[in-house]
């Protein structure tokens, strides 16, 4: 039996291609001279690609024949440390390239974007950044997991092949009949982002993983074969992209969106983790390994960084032209990955994981902060003002930001003092200030209410120091 203990590093590069795929599919493929095969812009299909391979990794990484316990706190902090710092920050770059629209942005369209819900809910999809829908997906998938392996512990791995197999199959027929049937464009282009049409991919992957975990220690198989396995199935998945972009020519209809190739996906990532020919070696490739490492940030990322790239260039009366993409863009989106990855990534995770017991308060002064600003507005306009609604909305998410960074970046967390405290405080304070009146001269929010950008700071201040007195005196008397 595989005891799965260590990364699988020949995987590790192909979902970096993955994501090439997902740029190539947003941001076009006509370079000019010469052009990308739109086989290789293949961008949802290459989404069903993660989901298979986050399948098999999951399962890979915690399903466990034998009975040890499953650590679901433990599970939980890693699979949060793992995806939500990097994409809160693509969050964040993504609001400040709107900064003027959202002050009008409803409240439940920017939850659903905030706590990654927006896949089930056809009229947010793709609102903010539009690759942070598959991210919604996964979340699905990371809640699903424990229920999995409750039900796959111990089963025979032929029924668990056999079910997924009959479930790929019963989503597949689903979703043709749903999006033939359905004759509203939008309601049958929503069917291509609704989580569950994405489940056969990952259940595929994960009986996959299962598998592999499964499978005798000494189980060999031929090179030869192995490599067949990868180029045809390769060959396969290529050559169905290929018959997508010609079959109103053919006079037929298929989608490869919700998994139709998720069986190939799973061949060429079962054949790869079992790989031992050159093909490992060269995939296994530090630079190699740090590019599929970064993929994430380059997949969740790349969107608001084209955004932004094209709004600078504007400045400047220059175009994104296909040269630019192809040797300045391109080459500095996947440098920024990198350092991403390296310094943003690493870090949060690797504290976040440190550090479980703080994260409640985390949490609680998030919450308390953009609480805090609301009730500065309610104290000073009355309860049932809605003369600045959009300066309330604008003031309660970049100030609780501003805030909480600053709270980050003093270490309150780490070494808390009322001082720094008061310093960070009164920072906040005057940063936010500075924000609300740009966005009052732009003509972003309605006004620009002195009075209650003095009590901010001075109620951040009060109301956090005593939350954290009582929390204090409160742990003594446990104690």
Not at 88 to 110: A, H, N
Not at 295 to 317: G, K, Q
Request: glycine letters at 4%.
């Amino acid at each position: 039996m595989q005891q799965p203990t260590e990364k699988i590093n020949q995987l590790t590069f192909t979902r970096f291609l993955a994501a090439l795929s997902v740029v190539f599919f947003h941001s076009g493929r006509d370079f000019g001279f010469f052009q990308i095969p739109s086989i290789f812009a293949s961008g949802v299909t290459a989404v069903s690609y993660f989901y298979v391979l986050s399948g098999f990794v999951m399962a890979y990484v915690y399903y466990r024949p034998l009975p040890s316990g499953f650590e679901t706190q433990k599970y939980w902090l890693t699979r949060f440390s793992r995806i939500y710092p990097v994409y809160i920050f693509s969050f964040l770059v993504t609001c400040l390239y709107y900064i003027d629209i959202v002050p009008k942005t409803r409240l439940k369209e920017f939850l659903a974007n905030l706590l990654l819900y927006q896949a089930w809910i056809p009229e947010y999809t793709t609102s903010y950044n539009i690759a942070a829908w598959s991210l919604s997906v996964e979340v699905f998938f990371y809640i699903l997991v424990p229920v999995l392996i409750f039900f796959t512990l111990n089963k025979p791995i032929k029924q668990l092949i056999w079910f997924s197999l009959c479930f790929w199959i019963f989503s597949q027929f689903v979703h043709s009949i749903l999006r033939i049937g359905y004759l509203d464009p939008t309601t049958r282009y929503f069917f291509g982002y609704f989580p569950l049409f994405h489940l056969n991919a990952f259940l595929l992957g994960f009986v996959g993983g299962v598998w592999y975990v499964k499978r005798p220690i000494n189980q060999v198989v031929s090179p030869f074969v192995n490599l067949f396995l990868i180029f045809f199935s390769t060959a396969f998945v290529l050559s169905a992209l290929y018959l997508r972009d010609v079959q109103h020519i053919l006079g037929i209809t298929f989608s490869l969106d919700v998994g139709l190739l998720a069986p190939f996906f799973l061949i060429i990532i079962l054949a790869l983790a079992l790989n031992s020919t050159f093909l490992a070696k060269i995939f296994s490739h530090p630079w190699l390994v740090l590019l599929g490492d970064s993929s994430y940030a380059l997949y969740i990322l790349h969107v608001p960084f084209r955004w932004w790239a094209e709004r600078i260039l504007d400045y400047f009366a220059i175009t994104l032209s296909p040269p630019i993409f192809l040797w300045i863009y391109l080459p500095t989106t996947i440098i920024l990955s990198i350092l991403i990855y390296k310094y943003l990534e690493i870090p949060a995770r690797d504290w976040l994981r440190r550090n479980a017991n703080k994260l409640p308060v985390l949490f609680f002064d998030v919450v308390l902060i953009a609480i805090i600003i609301k009730l500065a507005f309610t104290l000073r306009l009355g309860l049932f003002d809605t003369g600045f609604l959009r300066t309330q909305r604008f003031a309660i998410f970049f100030g609780t930001v501003i805030f909480f960074a600053l709270f980050i970046l003093f270490q309150i967390y780490k070494t808390y003092s009322w001082r720094t405290l008061g310093v960070s405080s009164l920072l906040g304070g005057i940063l936010l200030t500075v924000f609300i009146y740009y966005a009052w001269q732009m003509g972003w929010v309605e006004g620009f209410p002195r009075p209650i950008f003095v009590m901010v700071p001075c109620l951040v201040f009060s109301i956090v120091y005593l939350s954290r007195y009582f929390n204090k005196k409160l742990s003594i008397k446990e104690k």
